[in-house]
């Protein structure tokens, strides 16, 4: 076992390692949120203009490049969002007034049930390993009224998220069936355009769901 972790291929990136290393980033939120208007933040704000909803929640939110682009082309409705990372959050609280923005993990939102029409994720879960992932699976279900909003790696095969897996460190599912699973229903997959040169192009999706009732 030891061979191999010197391989170049392998990565141990656990949920607590991913974690803590975002939680600890000092540089670069002010560029991020620079990438507000990236082409995917376009296609997932489109996304929502088709949705009835006037509350969403982002979790891993970052410096706030998603919230900055619903923003400038969603009118009318309350945003927030959870980060580990402190500086990621000051910066959110000074570019967004009124929004509800706050430090912690997304496996415990700290909201009331049913309380945000929406919770959205951009790339956020591909960090969250398998023993994990159903703990913040429910818990966007504890919080969402209507809808999640899932902009993260999926793939029906088995092979190709173990792939992923061990030569990225990264995290892709079956969104659909975790999703119905625990008791979301609707549920879509929308392959999302290619921006940008991607070797890993195939996972990416937006998946949309209904929420359960508590």
């Known amino acids: 076992m030891n061979l191999i972790k010197k391989l170049p291929f392998y990565r141990r990136y656990t949920t607590s390692q991913n974690t803590n290393y975002w939680s600890q980033r000092k540089l670069g939120w002010e560029d991020y949120f620079k990438t507000w208007d990236h082409p995917h ?14 509350s969403l929640m982002e979790i891993g939110c970052g410096s706030g490049p998603n919230i900055a682009n619903i923003a400038k082309n969603l009118t009318g409705k309350q945003m927030g969002g959870v980060d580990i990372n402190p500086e990621a959050i000051d910066l959110c609280n000074k570019n967004f007034k009124g929004g509800h923005f706050r430090v912690g993990d997304a496996i415990d ?3 009331t049930d049913k309380s945000t029409d929406v ?25 969402a009224r209507n809808y999640a909003v899932l902009c993260e790696y999926h793939h029906k095969s088995w092979w ?5 897996r061990v030569f990225s460190g990264r995290h892709a599912y079956n ?6 699973k625990q008791g ?5 997959l929308i392959k999302m355009p290619q921006f940008e040169v991607d070797n890993e192009q195939s996972y990416r999706h937006l ?8």
């Open 41 to 54: 933040r376009y296609f997932i704000t489109d996304i929502l203009r088709q949705l009835n909803w006037i």
């Open 109 to 111: 939102i700290l909201m």
């Open 119 to 143: 919770v959205l994720s951009d790339m956020f879960l591909i960090y969250i390993g398998p023993l994990k992932i159903n703990k913040y699976i429910k818990e966007i279900k504890r919080v």
């Open 160 to 164: 190709r998220r173990q792939y992923l």
């Open 175 to 180: 969104w659909k069936k975790r999703l119905e």
């Open 184 to 188: 979301f229903y609707d549920v879509t």
């Open 207 to 214: 998946i949309i769901a209904r929420t359960p009732k508590l």
